[in-house]
């Protein structure tokens, strides 16, 4: 049985991760600050096919909880898969942003997957085809036109830390990608666009439509499987043209 460890579960990309996983047959372990969407992810994720979901409330600004999640798998021997979905955006200009939430996103999206890709490479390193993907975005690709840039930093920073990784971790035989994606229609880009914004944004969209969660998800999967397994520290967009 192989299993993926999937952070941001309860919603948008790491949501249709955690189905497309399941589907797959994979165990998963779903993190996640709400319980009670939790539950719903152990729930779907078991009528999708996974012969086992665990979750875990965890908040990943706080990243000596990481190591405590870690100390509850101990009866899990190997994790094959590890997706940093997890992420948090505001929308501000500079003059606005305070150090505090400066540092909150980076926190959340780029020192929380670096705790959790140390912490789980014992794990990592038992597996037969381990495989680390990183949630980057188009806007770590150049900049963001509707988020502040705490979050394109930390969507940026994502890429070199992918790149760094994948030299460290590959001679163990552990890939480490990152995928770049567009907009997608997830509940983030709902709370930083209006519909009308979206449907312009469409436009300019050489596919002329946004990107699914669905769409993301199986590029994720397919980074993790064998048929990628000379895939390393690339960063694929996912995008539909918009570059």
Same mark, same amino acid.
């Given at each position: 049985?192989?299993?993926?460890?999937?952070?941001?579960? &309860?919603?948008?990309?790491?949501?249709?991760?955690?189905?497309?996983?399941?589907? !797959?047959?994979?165990?998963?372990?779903?993190?996640?600050?709400?319980?009670? @969407?939790? !539950?719903?992810?152990?729930?779907?994720?078991?009528?999708?096919? *996974?012969?086992?979901?665990?979750?875990?409330?965890?908040?990943?600004?706080?990243?000596?909880?990481?190591?405590?999640?870690?100390?509850?798998?101990?009866?899990?021997?190997?994790?094959?898969?590890?997706?940093?979905?997890?992420?948090?955006?505001? @929308?501000?200009?500079?003059? !606005?942003?305070?150090?505090?939430?400066?540092?909150?996103?980076?926190?959340?999206?780029?020192?929380?997957?670096? #705790?959790?890709?140390? #912490? *789980?490479?014992?794990?990592?390193?038992?597996?037969?085809?381990? %495989?680390?993907?990183?949630?980057?975005?188009? #806007?770590?690709?150049?900049?963001?036109?509707?988020?502040?840039?705490?979050?394109?930093? %930390?969507?940026?920073?994502?890429?070199?830390?992918?790149?760094?990784?994948?030299?460290?971790?590959?001679?163990?035989?552990?890939?480490?990608?990152?995928?770049?994606?567009? @907009? &997608?229609?997830?509940?983030?880009?709902?709370?930083?666009?209006?519909? !009308?914004?979206?449907?312009?944004?469409?436009?300019?969209?050489?596919?002329?439509?946004?990107?699914?969660?669905?769409? @993301?998800?199986?590029?994720?999967?397919?980074?993790?499987?064998? *048929?990628?397994?000379?895939?390393?520290?690339?960063?694929?967009?996912?995008?539909?043209?918009?570059?």
């Amino acid at each position: 049985m192989r299993t993926v460890l999937v952070t941001g579960a &309860t919603s948008g990309i790491g949501e249709a991760c955690v189905k497309k996983f399941a589907t !797959e047959g994979y165990r998963i372990i779903g993190l996640g600050r709400n319980e009670k @969407q939790l !539950e719903k992810v152990r729930t779907d994720a078991l009528s999708y096919g *996974a012969p086992e979901c665990r979750t875990f409330s965890i908040n990943l600004r706080y990243v000596a909880e990481v190591a405590e999640l870690f100390r509850s798998l101990n009866d899990i021997e190997v994790i094959d898969a590890i997706i940093n979905s997890a992420g948090i955006a505001y @929308q501000r200009i500079i003059d !606005e942003i305070t150090i505090e939430e400066w540092e909150e996103v980076m926190c959340i999206n780029l020192t929380a997957p670096v #705790a959790i890709i140390k #912490a *789980a490479l014992p794990w990592l390193r038992k597996s037969n085809n381990p %495989s680390v993907i990183n949630i980057s975005s188009i #806007a770590g690709r150049s900049r963001s036109i509707s988020l502040g840039c705490h979050y394109t930093t %930390s969507k940026a920073a994502v890429i070199g830390m992918t790149r760094h990784l994948a030299g460290e971790l590959g001679p163990q035989g552990i890939r480490v990608n990152c995928t770049a994606p567009s @907009q &997608t229609h997830t509940p983030m880009l709902d709370a930083a666009l209006s519909k !009308e914004s979206q449907d312009l944004l469409a436009t300019k969209v050489p596919l002329k439509r946004l990107g699914t969660a669905e769409e @993301q998800a199986d590029v994720i999967f397919f980074l993790c499987t064998p *048929a990628a397994s000379y895939i390393n520290g690339a960063i694929v967009d996912v995008n539909g043209g918009l570059l």
